[in-house]
């Protein structure tokens, strides 16, 4: 069974920084690519960036500026960078797990970003 875990979401202030993190556990394969997309009230989901477990990146144009993924492959996490916040980035983030042709989803964790 797989499951992951996202932390550091939270209320922070415009022009504020927050590093989310997500772990993953159980039968996890080496190669897999991890990722974080985000959803804002009302809006449907969307993507935010992923890295391949070689290293590789891929960013949403919108962000790239602001936001660096990154990952440990010995603890099976990721971490979003999240700087120069704005209220717009105000969502629940979620993170998956690619792997296997199958995909795995957390829960998601809260960022507010206040004016």
């Known amino acids: 069974q797989v499951q992951l875990v996202e932390s550091g979401g939270g209320l922070v202030q415009a022009g504020g920084s927050l590093r989310l993190a997500c772990a993953a556990s159980g039968s996890i394969f080496s190669i897999n690519t991890m990722g974080w997309y985000r959803q804002a009230p009302g809006k449907l989901r969307e993507f935010v960036a992923n890295?391949?477990?070689?290293?590789?990146?891929n960013y949403v144009d919108s962000m790239k500026d602001r936001f660096t993924i990154s990952r440990d492959n010995a603890k099976n996490t990721v971490y979003l960078q999240m700087n120069s916040l704005k209220p717009e980035d105000t969502a629940v983030y979620y993170c998956?797990?690619?792997?296997?042709?199958?995909?795995?989803w957390g829960k998601g964790t809260l960022v507010t970003v206040s004016s």
């Open positions: 998956k797990l690619f792997m296997g042709a199958v995909e795995y």
């Open positions: 890295i391949r477990s070689g290293g590789g990146t």
